[in-house]
């Protein structure tokens, strides 16, 4: 995965993520909207076929890129619970 940052402010950054789909996205997106520091997270992709994935995140709090690695964290933490969970049955 490659991430470009497009914009970044003190409250808002904005990433391409080449090499990833609507799947990574919106799992991420979601874990975003769901901290208490974004108040807004949302990625577009204006062609399936020949763009990337465009992610904006604006924090009330805090850095993005900081909300951004929390999210990406806890997802990790997520999918381990899921893996071995999933090895027990």
Do not use: W
């Not at 391409?16 to 990625?43: M, P």
């Not at 992610?55 to 619970?81: C, D, F, H, M, N």
């Amino acid at each position: 995965m490659e991430i470009n940052i497009l914009n970044e402010e003190k409250d808002l950054i904005e990433l391409e993520i080449k090499e990833e789909t609507h799947t990574f996205c919106n799992v991420l997106r979601d874990e975003l909207a769901n901290s208490g520091e974004v108040s807004f997270a949302a990625y577009s992709i204006k062609h399936p076929l020949v763009s990337h994935p465009i992610l904006v995140v604006k924090t009330k709090e805090g850095k993005p890129r900081k909300a951004i690695e929390k999210a990406v964290s806890s997802l990790r933490a997520q999918i381990k619970e899921i893996r071995s969970a999933a090895k027990k049955l």
